[in-house]
């Protein structure tokens, strides 16, 4: 019975499957590849979207580049001073001298003309290849000092400051007997050129200054002191330039005009193909960015990875902790924010969160603090410093030189008004 349905079943379907096989002619087909569909969309979509060339630039600028994070830097720790000394020493002598190093008569010769050239009211800009440290200071010597006062200034120095320069100068005896109602540089720098346009004043000045290319010297405010002072006669400034780009600090009138706010340079090739070994004594050598940032490499004052970010400490925690220290220590903190904000505003008063290429040498501190009778000697100093790196208010970095540089990691505008604080209180 079974299996007679199931026959009657099969009778029943043939006419059906027999009909679609005479009606549809069966077509293979083939399925695409996964290259060959990719293919056709992406051509497809190249006849809807056709990138214009600024589209592609823009899309090629905003994709985000795969860099390492393996730097030199942070595999190499930097070298020390006598590790530096010491690998120097091994290389073999410079074969390749400058005559101006080797041949008295040329050096002699060069030396005259710029003294010519002083005494005509012209001030001198020395470039070229190598060191020229050892030479100026060499003409500093045997000449300058022979007829009038010389102040040498290491611009390259990265706590330079114009400041410092001007303190210098006012060294000379004589010079503070001129009155001026202020202690900022501008009233400084009038006091200077005052005093050596006095008629019975007979000894010139000669400013040596080694890199007047450097970030401190070019600022507004430097610049225009410097102008005051190269405009006088009796004021003579020969410097020395090794950025490719230090024309460009000068404007065509501020560098060739004669009064005020003008230089007069003239420039010497002064080529010596010496090493940089002293200029860049506080550099870190095994660094690119280290030599190229002109300061040693940022860490942690207590064996950290970096110096903490600035934002971190905000005005209320600086409070705080100056309100738990003793006097002395409020007195250090203010005579530091004082040094640090004037080193700002030198360098032209931009708005920045990273405090350390304005710190100050231990060595510095320790001189203002013992003139201010906040501390006598280095034990009291660095207790009262001791209260304030406990809180991070005050951080410390060893430089390669050996120097210990300070800083306080406000910015300026929290700096000043914590100190303002400190002085209404």
């Not at 900022?184 to 080694?210: D, G, T, V």
């Amino acid at each position: 019975m079974h299996r007679g349905s199931d026959s009657s079943d099969s009778e029943d379907d043939a006419p059906y499957s027999s009909g679609a096989e005479d009606d549809v002619e069966a077509v293979p087909v083939t399925p695409k590849s996964g290259k060959r569909k990719a293919r056709d969309d992406e051509v497809r979509g190249q006849a809807l979207i056709v990138q214009t060339a600024f589209d592609a630039y823009f899309t090629h600028s905003g994709s985000r580049p795969q860099t390492s994070a393996n730097v030199f830097s942070s595999l190499i720790p930097p070298l020390s001073s006598t590790e530096y000394a010491e690998a120097v020493a091994g290389l073999p002598d410079q074969q390749l001298k400058s005559v101006l190093l080797t041949d008295s008569k040329a050096r002699n010769a060069l030396f005259t003309r710029i003294v010519r050239e002083l005494k005509e009211g012209f001030n001198v800009l020395c470039y070229g290849y190598g060191s020229k440290r050892n030479l100026l200071n060499q003409f500093a010597v045997e000449r300058c000092s022979k007829v009038g006062h010389v102040v040498v200034a290491n611009g390259f120095q990265p706590n330079f400051s114009i400041k410092d320069l001007l303190n210098s100068i006012e060294a000379i005896p004589g010079v503070l007997s001129i009155p001026e109602s202020s202690t900022a540089i501008e009233s400084q720098a009038r006091r200077i050129s005052a005093f050596f346009s006095q008629p019975s004043q007979k000894r010139p000045l000669f400013i040596i200054i080694h890199n007047i290319d450097s970030p401190s010297l070019r600022a507004t405010k430097s610049k225009a002191c410097l102008a005051l002072l190269a405009s006088n006669p009796r004021i003579h400034i020969v410097a020395s330039v090794d950025h490719i780009n230090s024309p460009l600090i000068w404007s065509s009138s501020e560098a060739s005009s004669r009064g005020d706010g003008g230089f007069t340079w003239l420039w010497h090739d002064m080529t010596t193909l010496a090493p940089y070994d002293f200029e860049l004594a506080y550099a870190d050598r095994s660094s690119i960015s280290g030599a190229h940032g002109g300061g040693p490499r940022k860490q942690r004052d207590v064996g950290g990875s970096g110096a903490p970010n600035p934002a971190n400490m905000s005005e209320t925690a600086a409070v705080h902790v100056l309100a738990s220290v003793t006097q002395k220590a409020k007195k250090l903190f203010v005579l530091m924010a004082q040094k640090q904000l004037d080193a700002v505003e030198e360098a032209g008063g931009l708005p920045g969160n990273d405090m350390q290429p304005f710190a100050i040498g231990y060595g510095m501190l320790f001189n203002a603090a013992r003139d201010e009778f906040i501390a006598t000697n280095d034990t009291a100093l660095r207790s009262l410093l001791g209260e304030f790196r406990d809180h991070n208010l005050i951080l410390g970095e060893q430089s390669t030189s050996g120097t210990e540089m300070l800083w306080i990691p406000l910015r300026k505008e929290r700096l000043a008004n914590v100190l303002h604080s400190i002085q209404v209180e």
